[in-house]
T-cell receptor, first 115, second 113 residues
Framework: KAGVTQTPRYLIKTRGQQVTLSCSPI?????VSWYQQTPGQGLQFLFE???????NKGNFPGRFSGRQFSNSRSEMNVSTLELGDSALYLC??????????????FGEGSRLTVL | AQSVTQPDIHITVSEGASLELRCNYS??????LFWYVQSPGQGLQLLLK??????LVQGIKGFEAEFKRSQSSFNLRKPSVHWSDAAEYFC???????????FGAGTTVTVRA
């Protein structure tokens, strides 16, 4: 069974641009979560989608958005990039239903550098 | 405030020695508890989890963790570390009334020969 796939793995953008990251969950998984990982702030929860609905959101500005498609694939978008958005963005999927018990399968992440 | 704390930022251990990583949480009710590991350049992998029941939990790669309600702790242990155990380890919780997995700051483990 293929794992969680994130694309692109690495990308470089400049301030003010926008970026879209993609995540394909493990087949059959309906929940997809996104996390931002930085040396200073650690792992911070961005949002979680289940059956195309955002059911939880972290404390990030509105520049960060996401969506989930009917095939469970998910995208996240960051608009008007700032230097502080440089981070590893991790996607994780879960096989479980409405209750999230924290058993997540992570992708290898998309490393975003903002210049 | 609700939080999960890993007091040790960095631990160095000799190959073959035992390892213990500390995790404390501060929540009104006992949350679901997890340990994840992140090898360099990789995503996170679940080592073990605790929902309820037996307070000693066995995980993958020879790791175990013990839940102690009185100390609000969930410490991770391995009797004999291997060089491949060098990684960053994260304690994480899901409050029982929430969907969000919250992580501690992580502990980096270095294994010396």
């Amino acid at each position: 069974k293929a794992g969680v796939t994130q694309t692109p793995r690495y990308l470089i953008k400049t301030r003010g641009q926008q970026v879209t990251l993609s995540c394909s969950p493990i087949s059959g998984h309906r929940s997809v979560s996104w996390y931002q990982q930085t040396p200073g702030q650690g792992l911070q929860f961005l949002f979680e989608y289940f059956s195309e609905t955002q059911r939880n959101k972290g404390n990030f500005p509105g520049r960060f958005s996401g969506r989930q498609f009917s095939n469970s694939r998910s995208e996240m978008n960051v608009s008007t990039l700032e230097l502080g958005d440089s981070a590893l963005y991790l996607c994780a999927s879960s096989p479980l239903g409405r209750e999230n018990t924290g058993e997540l399968f992570f992708g290898e992440g998309s490393r975003l550098t903002v210049l | 405030a609700q939080s999960v704390t890993q007091p040790d930022i960095h631990i160095t251990v000799s190959e073959g020695a035992s390892l213990e990583l500390r995790c404390n949480y501060s929540y009104g009710a006992t949350p679901y508890l997890f340990w994840y590991v992140q090898s360099p350049g990789q995503g996170l992998q679940l080592l073990l989890k605790y929902f309820s029941g037996d307070t000693l939990v066995q995980g993958i790669k020879g790791f175990e963790a013990e839940f102690k309600r009185s100390q609000s702790s969930f410490n991770l242990r391995k009797p004999s570390v291997h060089w491949s155990d060098a990684a960053e380890y994260f304690c994480a919780v899901v409050p029982t009334n929430d969907y969000k997995l919250s992580f501690g700051a992580g502990t980096t483990v270095t294994v010396r020969a």
